[in-house]
């Protein structure tokens, strides 16, 4: 049985949870996979842990500080490293340092935190490429919700007209809130960050970026597109006019806050804003901390995907999705 | 370039649709996969075609009679068989004769009519096994509605614990008619037939059978069980006592025929029902001819895919989609 090595930089909660998801699966990757998966290393922002015969799970909570860095990537030895930590879009720290270490270096690498990917994208899949190292992002790309397998496993074969997303859980419970409560968006932001449903700096959800992060993900890993955040027109609820949220009720229409691409020529136009749907589309069903994708193909329709998992089992969940495919591949 | 034959034995609406979308996808292949597609036979129940230097589609319109029958797989030379015939599921006849010709002889098998999977699923999976054949079956398996990959690709790692779905587009049609405009079964039976959205013979639609097949394939398939027709219990429109409809609907509750698995320990019971939704269900909004697939699995929560897409170009493309796979299989 051959062994195979992973490391996990970034240990927060989807770190941990993707930890203990992994550990809880060994006997399946034997089973299935004729695999003895180790975790043999993690790491935080600035404390971590080593052990090339692996780590249980009661050794978790004791890491050692300063075994962080993207140094940590070549010490760990492994042959797949999962980053899930957070990362900045608009600059790609910290993350970026750990993916360009494990690709560089030839080593299987699953990211879960969108920054870096967004950030230089299209660079990082070339220098997968250069190095024959796999690089998948399903954590990354609204986690539990098929978006980039259903692009490019479902819907094989197809042309892609139109991809629309509703990808950002915060802004569904605003205004879901508003709609159907009739609070203003303050009240909503106030009651939601007192719930622990959005952010201090709420910003990243309620302006609509990380809607646009997961879809540009979406595009380029999906379709093959290079776009970049300037391509993108993103306009978030601070859109919503005083009385529009009412007109939408009055008319029967729901609003959710969507990434949208389409096909135009050779052009790929991609952009995020708010749109309302009638009560006979599945969209508008989708609410609180659901996640939908809809796609529509030259030659199958339409074709949506909705997802309702629990956080930050889901998005662990979506991150190993991804080692079992690497599994296959590198046993086939 | 390497050069790909394809075969396609059966060929009414579906396997024509298959043909043609094949034939405009060629600059695709070459492009995508760096292969020559080649459609080098096909045949019907009593006539066939065949070219090993690849057919175009005006000479489609004119088969020879005789070309046909399991030894047409042999002759036609093919890497690729899709087989597209309609198939009885309680015999396997006639699509068995065709696919046991091409997995045998270890070509690759794209099967789109359920009967001879349904009638020995377990025993073709093995046969392709024993002879390194690939055997996909989308096409058969719901079709454009992502069914067997979802299980295996988008929720791979995951263990399901249930899955549930619509998977028959004349018993949508008849049950909207009655829940919608109070007819009686009879009425939109009759009404469904002088459409053309039911069969003169309707009952492997209304009793359940269809669905039951559909199920099967997705348990047999998409989780490797082993199940037979005697392992469903099997209910279909017959089953709805007069006034049930009136009561659903004063209870704004949706009827739809689902097939369902549910795992119980080590066993997965299976079987197909009407069941009654609430208007908040994504799945009260599955009517027409669209389908939909509900997963429940123990670490992505709930998945549904919904698809809805013109017939028979949308089953074409779920076998092509199997055609992809495959090529990108062979090229690794």
Redesign the interface.
């Known amino acids: 049985m051959r062994v195979t090595k992973v490391a996990i930089a970034g240990f927060g909660g989807v770190g941990r949870a993707t930890a203990g998801?992994l550990l809880s699966?060994r006997d399946?990757y034997r089973r299935v996979h004729d695999a003895e998966v180790r975790l043999v290393a993690v790491c935080g922002s600035r404390s971590g842990l080593a052990d090339a015969e692996g780590l249980e799970a009661d050794r978790l909570t004791a890491l050692e500080t300063g075994l962080t860095g993207p140094e940590f990537v070549a010490a760990s030895g492994a042959d797949i490293v999962i980053e899930a930590g957070p990362t900045d879009f608009r600059t790609g720290v910290p993350g970026l340092a750990y993916i360009d270490a494990a690709l560089s270096a030839g080593r299987d690498t699953i990211v879960i935190s969108k920054g870096a990917l967004v950030h230089s994208g299209p660079r990082l899949r070339k220098a997968a490429h250069a190095s024959g190292a796999i690089l998948r992002l399903s954590g990354a790309a609204a986690a539990?919700?098929?978006t980039i397998?259903?692009l490019q496993?479902?819907?094989?074969?197809?042309e892609v007209l139109a991809v629309e997303g509703i990808l950002n859980a915060t802004t569904n419970y605003l205004l879901d809130s508003m709609a159907n409560r009739g609070l203003t968006f303050g009240a909503a932001l106030a009651e939601a960050q007192a719930g622990g449903f959005a952010e201090a700096d709420p910003r990243n959800d309620t302006e609509g970026w990380d809607t646009a992060c997961k879809l540009l993900l979406i595009a380029n890993f999906g379709l093959g597109a290079s776009l970049t955040m300037d391509d993108l027109r993103v306009e978030g609820l601070q859109s919503v006019a005083p009385g529009q949220i009412e007109e939408w009720r009055t008319q029967g229409l729901v609003p959710k806050l969507v990434g949208r691409l389409t096909r135009d020529g050779d052009t790929l136009r991609a952009g995020v804003g708010i749109r309302a749907y009638p009560l006979?589309?599945?969209f508008a069903?989708v609410s609180g901390k659901a996640k939908a994708i809809r796609v529509i193909?030259d030659?199958?329709?339409?074709?949506?995907?909705?997802?309702?998992?629990?956080e930050p089992?889901?998005t662990?969940?979506?991150a190993?999705?991804d080692?079992?495919?690497i599994l296959a591949?590198r046993t086939?």
């Open positions: 998801l699966r399946r539990a919700l098929p397998d259903l496993t479902s819907l094989a074969g197809c006979d589309d599945p069903l193909t030659a199958m329709g339409e074709t949506i995907a909705i997802s309702h998992g629990a089992l889901a662990a969940a979506a190993l999705k080692l079992d495919h591949a086939a």
